[in-house]
């Protein structure tokens, strides 16, 4: 479908543009007909038959690629692969993003592209340095398309400037229907007046009405254009048709000096951009969200240098090892562990957690964190990209990119809707016609049918609900990487369990001891590199040791001391003079078993005993072959098996169905991925995390009650959103065709029934 | 009742200098921050400085 017109000014083949005078040939342009043979070459014409281009589109015209030292910075290394992240300027349909990722695709080295048409975030891996990224910049840029490094505030702009269109759209045609309102009522009301003040008040509501439809309907008629141009029937088709319809029909019969429908046709759009402006606005908070982390990227740190002086440095510029100061009130910009110093931290932006945690020596903090009391000093551990937070803000967005079986069904559904509805529409005005009632009342019934099967509370149905439980969930502090999984959550019937690092903190402690005899075991242990007596003293934080003397090791054995004139041993059993196995500590003539024991998480007990009460079938599958602590026996499971490999796991997994999986470690991937639904934990290690479908960033095994809550709540709420849509449809169409409304009263109808399905789902945000 | 033909456009005046007031306060931010404003309030009296 190419954009020439033989009969008057020729335009070029590429961009649509007039060819001005004295240029040959078929392009406006060099940078055109490279762009135009760039992608006749690449075999990709078939941009040009999918092109939805309008005639206000901004040409694709190429320009030359920037300098290509401001993108190095933004190259990120990733498992042997280079990143980055772009924003793409001159996109307006799906054709510029197929277009783009097709070209990229065939470029060498290339790994990974994803174009998010939503955002216009581009998404680039590939196998190599940072030379590759010269070619693809100009591939892009050949194409007539600008790319950026990744800039959050340009984002925020491009939500806001069209969330203010649609609130003056709003304004404007609410003032305007308020008004008219008033004075249809003169026409309504069946009073007697002459011809001429008739005739004044409808000339005086359509000279407001006209202005107000056409500035305010403009989002309506874009879109329905821009489908149809592509042969294709959206939601907006009907309305645009409706809307047009009606006042072409008002204008008419001003005319001949009869009844008009303009206020009818002014309070229809006002109604629609209400709907419009809440769905804007629901998208925009989850984006929001995501934006106002990476936000973190642009502000300073202070960074202490290896001759104590200090300097503010852009958050962006720091270095793995660097040295940073925390202070009171301030955002953390990157992860880091603690060197010096305690105190409480806010971890709200990454676990949801408003209760402070209080942190010290040690200690690792994420990015977005906020320091409420003390000063810290600070070693940063992952930057930027790497850091959990930005890894969080790009599963959300890939989770929102992902289409879900839900949204899929709606979008089936509203490909037969549209025709199905014009073909009511036009049955109705046939049969009106037939039955003898006259054009204008066979023209008003149809246009009432197109209005008041509006798909808007159907095509709502699913987006906002899960942009709702998204919401909430994110404020949980759980993460979903795709939106597949909440659909399946809630026929799930078999939960399996790891051990270590999931239902336990992964951290041993000894138990059983008194605080004196620990620290004089660990004042032994200090002596030792034994593992054993590493352990005891990871496990055992800020206590205080006392000073022993002639203490010596026996390697494999044990350490030797006195204190206070007694003999203390710390080690076997038989260097401890005693039996059993394990740690022994032996004072003098007492001999202490040093337990250590993996202690339960918080919430475990509890979320294990709701969820046997809830009627899960509970398994407990860990690698771990020692036998179960007295914690760990009590809690009913239903299956337990210990010592299993990986593939043990796996296999296990694989006999059951409907399977959900929680684990951290590594030995839990296959087990993962095998299971249908997948759950993680933030602190575990990158291969889970990879693996995982959802992700909690609160160590609390409770989240996983929060989870399962909102699971079933959001299926719930669909399909009750569904189940309304489809009754809603099923009464008011009929009604509407067999003329017992009026196509003022279908605008309200409509407008009410998108916005019980947006309410509805809104409740998902507070249970 | 002719007086209606001044009362008319005297009424779309007013109601037209509404809408201008409020598209002239969308276009001067202040609708950007729904939560931001209810909160001002509460904020000392040291920061309008």
New interface residues.
């Given amino acids: 479908m190419f954009k020439s017109d033989q009969k008057t000014a020729k335009l070029c083949q590429h961009c649509g543009e007039p060819i001005p005078v004295h240029t040959a040939g078929n392009f406006c342009c060099i940078g055109c007909e490279g762009a135009y043979n760039f992608i006749q070459e690449s075999g990709l014409s078939g941009y040009y038959e999918h092109q939805q281009l309008s005639k206000n589109a901004r040409s694709l015209v190429p320009e030359d690629v920037p300098d290509i030292h401001w993108f190095v910075p933004f190259i990120t290394q990733d498992d042997g692969l280079s990143k980055i992240h772009l924003m793409i300027e001159g996109i307006h349909c799906a054709a510029c993003v197929w277009l783009i990722e097709q070209t990229l695709r065939r470029m060498p080295f290339i790994s990974h592209v994803r174009l998010n048409m939503g955002t216009r975030r581009l998404t680039l891996a590939w196998r190599g340095d940072n030379t590759h990224l010269q070619p693809y910049l100009e591939a892009i840029y050949k194409l007539g398309y600008k790319a950026m490094p990744f800039d959050p505030l340009i984002l925020k702009s491009e939500q ?1 400037k069209e969330e ?1 269109q649609l ?2 759209n709003m ?2 045609s609410g ?1 305007a229907a ?2 008219l309102m ?2 249809s009522i003169s026409l309504w009301s069946g009073a007697e007046m002459s011809s001429a003040t008739q005739a004044f008040f409808t000339w ?1 509501v359509a000279m ?1 009405a006209l202005p107000t439809i056409a500035y305010a309907g403009r989002p309506f008629f874009r879109s329905a254009y821009r489908a149809l141009k592509t042969k294709r029937i959206n939601m907006d088709v009907p309305i645009a048709l409706a809307i047009i319809t009606a006042t072409c029909l008002s204008i008419f019969e001003m005319l001949y000096g009869r009844e008009t429908y303009f206020d009818g046709c002014v309070t229809l759009v006002f109604f629609l951009s209400i709907g419009r402006y809440l769905d804007t606005l629901m998208r925009g908070k989850s984006r929001q969200y995501a934006e106002d982390l990476l936000l973190l990227d642009q502000s300073m740190a202070t960074r202490r240098l290896v001759d104590g002086s200090f300097e503010i440095v852009p958050i962006k510029q720091l270095k793995l090892g660097d040295v940073i100061t925390f202070a009171k009130g301030e955002k953390l910009g990157a992860d880091v562990q603690v060197l010096e110093g305690h105190s409480a931290v806010d971890t709200s932006a990454l676990t949801g957690e408003s209760l402070p945690e209080s942190v010290s020596v040690g200690s690792l903090l994420g990015a977005g964190y906020v320091n409420l009391q003390n000063p810290l000093v600070c070693k940063v551990v992952a930057t930027g990209e790497k850091s959990a937070l930005y890894r969080l803000v790009q599963m959300i967005e890939e989770s929102e990119a992902v289409q879900n079986v839900y949204t899929r069904w709606a979008d089936k559904a509203a490909q037969i809707y549209a025709p199905t509805v014009h073909l009511l529409a036009l049955l109705s005005a046939i049969f009106w016609l037939f039955m003898g009632q006259g054009w204008y009342f066979a023209i008003l019934t149809a246009v009432t049918v197109l209005i008041v099967t509006c798909p808007c509370a159907f095509a709502l149905a699913v987006p906002s609900a899960m942009a709702a439980s998204n919401s909430r969930l994110r404020q949980q502090g759980i993460l979903l990487k795709n939106g597949d999984v909440l659909e399946k959550t809630p026929i799930i019937e078999h939960i399996i369990f790891d051990k270590t690092g999931t239902l336990t903190t992964g951290e041993l402690i000894v138990e059983k001891i008194q605080p004196k005899d620990l620290a004089i075991a660990c004042a032994l242990a200090s002596y030792s590199s034994h593992p054993l007596a590493k352990m005891l003293l990871l496990s055992t934080k800020d206590i205080s040791v006392p000073s022993l003397e002639n203490v010596q090791e026996f390697t494999g054995k044990g350490v030797q001391g006195l204190y206070n004139g007694q003999v203390i041993k710390l080690g076997s059993s038989s260097f401890c003079e005693t039996e059993g196995t394990g740690l022994f500590l032996r004072i003098g003539s007492r001999v202490q078993h040093l337990n250590f024991t993996d202690k339960l998480k918080g919430g475990a007990a509890e979320a294990v005993a709701r969820l046997v009460k809830q009627g899960y079938t509970l398994h407990l599958l860990t690698g771990d072959g020692k036998p179960l602590s007295d914690e760990m026996k009590n809690l009913p499971f239903h299956y337990i098996k210990t010592g299993a490999s990986p593939e043990e796991k796996h296999d296990y997994i694989k006999k059951l169905d409907y399977v959900m999986m929680v684990g951290d470690g590594l030995n839990d991937a296959p087990a993962l991925a095998q299971s249908d639904v997948a759950v993680s934990f933030g602190k575990a290690t990158a291969l889970a995390q990879n693996s995982a479908d959802v992700i909690f960033c609160r160590d609390d095994l409770l989240s996983l009650m929060d989870y399962l809550k909102t699971a079933n709540q959001t299926k719930r709420v669909v399909v009750q959103n569904f189940a309304f849509s489809v009754s809603y449809n099923f009464i008011a169409v009929p009604m509407a065709m067999f003329g017992l409304m009026t196509p003022m009263w279908a605008a309200v109808f409509m407008s009410a029934s998108s916005l019980v399905v947006v309410l509805n789902a809104l409740r998902l945000k507070r249970i | 009742m002719d007086v209606i033909l001044f009362l008319i456009p005297v009424a779309l005046t007013l109601g037209v200098i509404a809408l201008v007031a409020f598209l002239w306060s969308l276009k001067s931010g202040q609708f950007e921050d729904l939560e931001k404003e209810a909160s001002r309030i509460l904020f000392e009296e040291d920061e309008r400085k």
């Fill in positions: 806001k203010k609130l003056i304004a404007v003032f308020g008004n008033t004075y005086l407001i």
